[in-house]
T-cell receptor, first 110, second 112 residues
Framework: KAGVTQTPRYLIKTRGQQVTLSCSPI?????VSWYQQTPGQGLQFLFE???????NKGNFPGRFSGRQFSNSRSEMNVSTLELGDSALYLC?????????FGPGTRLTVL | AQSVTQPDIHITVSEGASLELRCNYS??????LFWYVQSPGQGLQLLLK??????LVQGIKGFEAEFKRSQSSFNLRKPSVHWSDAAEYFC??????????FGAGTRLTVKP
């Protein structure tokens, strides 16, 4: 089976712009979770989607949003980008309480 | 809520030496426990997991971990470290339903 794929792998944006990141889960996995990873804060949970519904949400501002499609693919959107949003964004799909991670999208905000 | 502590931020070991990475968790019930490894700029790869049963769990790449309920620990071990094991290691605890908490990570350096 193919693993979790994330696109794009690298992204450079400027402050105030918005960005959309995409995640395709492992075939058969219906849950997709998103994490932000930074050197200072480590791995922080953003949100989780299951069957197109947000099931869990972390402590991030409303500028961070997501959605899941009927084929389980997920997107996350960050609006009005800030310098502090520069991070590695990781997506994980899960089956039976085990999460499998994609390679991440490296977002740089200038 | 569950939480994870990895007491060691950075560990250096010589190639061929044994390795133990510490992980302590806090959770009221029997937790789901995981170890992941991350190479620079990459995603996290699952090394092993514990849900129930035998408290000594075997994983990939020659790693194992032991669940000790009395010590609230889930330490990762490897008898002989290879240079390719240099990476960052994350312990995680789950409560089911994909509600997971990750430790801050331990960076492993392997000396030749």
């Amino acid at each position: 089976k193919a693993g979790v794929t994330q696109t794009p792998r690298y992204l450079i944006k400027t402050r105030g712009q918005q960005v959309t990141l995409s995640c395709s889960p492992i075939s058969g996995h219906r849950s997709v979770s998103w994490y932000q990873q930074t050197p200072g804060q480590g791995l922080q949970f953003l949100f989780e989607y299951f069957s197109e519904t947000q099931r869990n949400k972390g402590n991030f501002p409303g500028r961070f949003s997501g959605r899941q499609f009927s084929n389980s693919r997920s997107e996350m959107n960050v609006s009005t980008l800030e310098l502090g949003d520069s991070a590695l964004y990781l997506c994980a799909s899960s089956l039976q309480d085990t999460q499998y991670f994609g390679p991440g999208t490296r977002l740089t905000v200038l | 809520a569950q939480s994870v502590t990895q007491p060691d931020i950075h560990i250096t070991v010589s190639e061929g030496a044994s390795l133990e990475l510490r992980c302590n968790y806090s959770y009221g019930a029997t937790p789901y426990l995981f170890w992941y490894v991350q190479s620079p700029g990459q995603g996290l790869q699952l090394l092993l997991k514990y849900f129930s049963g035998d408290t000594l769990v075997q994983g990939i790449k020659g790693f194992e971990a032991e669940f000790k309920r009395s010590q609230s620990s889930f330490n990762l071990r490897k008898p002989s470290v290879h240079w390719s094991d240099a990476a960052e290691y994350f312990c995680a605890v789950g409560a089911g339903n994909n509600d997971m908490r990750f430790g801050a990570g331990t960076r492993l350096t392997v000396k030749p």
